[in-house]
Antibody, heavy 121, light 106 residues
């Protein structure tokens, strides 16, 4: 059974940094692209970033303007999201999601339960 | 960027009803469209990919159709478990979600 468990969320002040982690199990992690999706409480889903199976191709939503960095460690079955210069508008649940294939051109067939990031002074 | 527009935003229906949700893309995405179901406090669940391919374990009352820029999700015979929010997603060029359609009890 595929399991994705996010961690690292919490309350952080504007301008500070936070690193999210996603621990994967139940599948061959290194064979699949992985993604981060966020959701402001009560609002819709917003794609944040994607990384292919080997980390060679990485994609971000335009509005992030270089503040976030996605990475993965296939030896540790883990996905990461380094978030810098956080803004109040980054407040959201952050979900880790598994792609359907090695490249990014597949929908997201498994999701974690999410971790809440609250950016506030 | 490809924009996705869902309609309606909210849909009131009764158990047993046939409901249809529409998703329109701002440019052609061929059939690179997925549908997700999300219940309150839960992660989204993939229902359909490539516009009409039902995921394993998803009840056959769910169906998807369309290509190009217009797509539909149909639930034939709404069940109590189906009251939720549904999102479309294009994966033709990066990823974009529709704004969601909440299916509520009439």
């Amino acid at each position: 059974e595929v399991q994705l468990v996010e961690s690292g969320g919490g309350l952080v002040q504007p301008g500070r940094s936070l690193r999210l982690s996603c621990a994967a199990s139940g599948f061959t992690f290194g064979d699949y692209a992985m993604h981060w999706v966020r959701q402001v409480p009560g609002k819709g889903l917003e794609w944040v970033s994607s990384i292919t199976w080997n980390g060679n191709s990485i994609y971000y939503m335009d509005s992030l303007k270089g503040r976030f960095t996605i990475s993965r460690d296939n030896a540790k079955n883990s996905l990461y999201l380094q978030m810098n210069s956080l803004r109040t508008e980054d407040t959201a649940f952050y979900y880790c999601a598994k792609g359907g294939g090695y490249s990014s051109g597949w929908p997201f067939d498994s999701w974690g339960q999410g971790t809440l990031v609250t950016v506030s002074s | 960027d490809i924009q996705m527009t869902q309609s309606p935003s909210t849909l009131s229906a009764s158990v047993g009803d046939r409901v249809t949700i529409t998703c329109r893309a701002s440019q052609s995405i061929s059939a690179w469209l997925a549908w997700y179901q999300q219940k309150p406090g839960k992660a989204p669940k993939l229902l359909i990919q490539k516009a009409s391919n039902l995921e394993s374990g998803v009840p056959s009352r769910f169906s998807g159709s369309g290509s190009g820029t217009e797509f539909t999700l149909t639930i034939s015979g709404l069940q109590p478990d189906d009251f939720a929010t549904y999102y479309c997603q294009q994966y033709s060029s990066y990823f974009t979600f529709g704004q969601g359609t909440k299916v509520e009890i009439k």
